[in-house]
């Protein structure tokens, strides 16, 4: 996982939180409604992105973040 991203995983669910490829809202218990809007908020805020809410609806995995992120990336790419 990024680095930026893990460290964003960190501020938000704490230290103790074991965030991997694989980490989800189902099985990082601090994961909830509340820290997800945070966690979008703070990925808004580093990558300079903003989600639609149809996709801040989606990522619920971290997987599906490093997705979305990429896929914007490449655009942002494509576009200059």
Request: net charge positive; hydrophobic share 40%.
């Amino acid at each position: 996982m990024n680095p930026k991203l893990k460290k964003i995983f960190i501020k938000i669910f704490g230290n103790k939180s074991k965030i991997t490829a694989d980490s989800n809202m189902n099985n990082v218990k601090k994961w909830d409604s509340l820290n997800h809007i945070k966690l979008m908020f703070e990925l808004e805020k580093i990558k300079k992105k903003k989600f639609s809410s149809s996709q801040i609806i989606k990522l619920t995995s971290v997987k599906e973040i490093m997705k979305i992120l990429n896929i914007k990336k490449n655009k942002l790419k494509n576009r200059q």
